[in-house]
Nanobody, 127 residues
Framework: QVQLVESGGGLVQAGGSLRLSCAAS????????MGWFRQAPGKERQFVAA????????YYADSVLGRFTISRDNAKSTVYLLMNILKPEDTAVYYC????????????????????WGQGTQVTVSS
């Protein structure tokens, strides 16, 4: 079992930045690929970014490419999502997730690849 707890969400003006954190506990964090997804009210869950177990490979949704950066610190069992140049359409609940399967990082855009999920953190971007 892996427990995931997100933090760092909040209210920010358009153009601003936030950094989300996801702290993991339980089994060896470094053996899991990690991902960030988001869900806005009335919309489906949407892939944001993924990172492989070592941190050597990352993958982003087109909508956030160049603005968001995913990273991980295996010594701290934490994955991060740095979000810059935020837009109102980035408003959503953001979830981190852990995947045990070893895949090419682009395959983690499918939420079904993930085994464990956090409870989510709200990000609201005002215009």
């Amino acid at each position: 079992q892996v427990q995931l707890v997100e933090s760092g969400g909040g209210l920010v003006q358009a153009g601003g930045s936030l950094r989300l954190s996801c702290a993991a506990s339980g089994r060896t964090f470094s053996s899991y690929a990690m991902g960030w997804f988001r869900q806005a009210p009335g919309k489906e869950r949407q892939f944001v970014a993924a990172i492989n177990w070592s941190g050597g490979s990352t993958y982003y949704a087109d909508s956030v490419l160049g603005r968001f950066t995913i990273s991980r610190d295996n010594a701290k069992s934490t994955v991060y999502l740095l979000m810059n140049i935020l837009k109102p359409e980035d408003t959503a609940v953001y979830y981190c997730a852990a995947a045990s399967a070893r895949l090419s990082v682009r395959f983690y855009s499918n939420y079904e690849r993930f085994d464990y999920w956090g409870q989510g953190t709200q990000v609201t971007v005002s215009s």
